[in-house]
């Protein structure tokens, strides 16, 4: 109670607690309300895939087309800031995602609409059986609509004693995916 009391419990925060399947409308309506009647200024939507997975009367790809297009106007005519989580597809026969392979654009799962639609695209990357940094996930900048800087970012690391992550430099990579003392060029 008291680390509720010290933090959540004074955060102006509005919670929506929607697992399960939900029209694009509805979807749209909820985040519409947020913004406009409740006065959010910052939404993380967590995320795209789950809310629309279950519909059975419209395809996914096509859902999430809409969702986008219609949440990408409300972005414009409100000027909210909106980080729209999403899974990616399918690892290309290359290195599997929990092994640490390289997310690509065109991997985001469900629609190329999250992609084009979006002003910038974070990934982050993390190799979850590497036994000296499984704890590191990479950073990776894939679109930039404002400055077209897109790479290597940043390395987080997370310390699960304190619940903290720490960002470090990213540097060059040994063939076997450990990092160097070569610091990639800033960007």
């Known amino acids: ?40 200024q910052v939404v993380f939507f967590d995320h795209l895939s789950i809310l629309l997975s279950g519909l059975t009367d419209i395809d996914e790809r096509r859902s999430i087309d809409i969702v986008m297009t219609r949440l990408r106007s409300l972005v414009e005519a409100t000027g909210v800031t909106l980080f729209l989580l999403c899974h990616v597809s399918g690892d290309d026969n290359g290195k599997p995602y929990e092994e640490g ?31 000296q940094y499984s ?11 404002f400055s077209g800087e897109v790479g290597p970012a940043c390395y987080l690391t997370y310390n699960k004693d304190d619940s903290q992550f720490t960002e470090s430099a990213y540097y060059c990579s040994t063939p076997d995916g450990n990092p160097t003392n070569t610091p990639l060029p800033e960007f």
């Open 135 to 145: 704890n590191r996930s990479l950073v990776r900048i894939l679109k930039n609509r």
């Open 101 to 131: 392979g390289r997310v690509k654009l065109n991997k985001l799962r469900g629609s190329r609409a999250i992609g084009q639609i979006s002003d910038i695209v974070i990934a982050l990357e993390r190799d979850q059986q590497d036994d």
């Open 1 to 40: 109670m008291q680390a509720y009391d010290a933090t959540v419990a004074n955060w102006d925060l509005q919670l929506f607690d929607g697992f399960g399947s939900y029209s694009p409308d509805e979807i749209y309506k909820r985040i519409e309300y947020m913004i406009l009647g409740l006065g959010c």
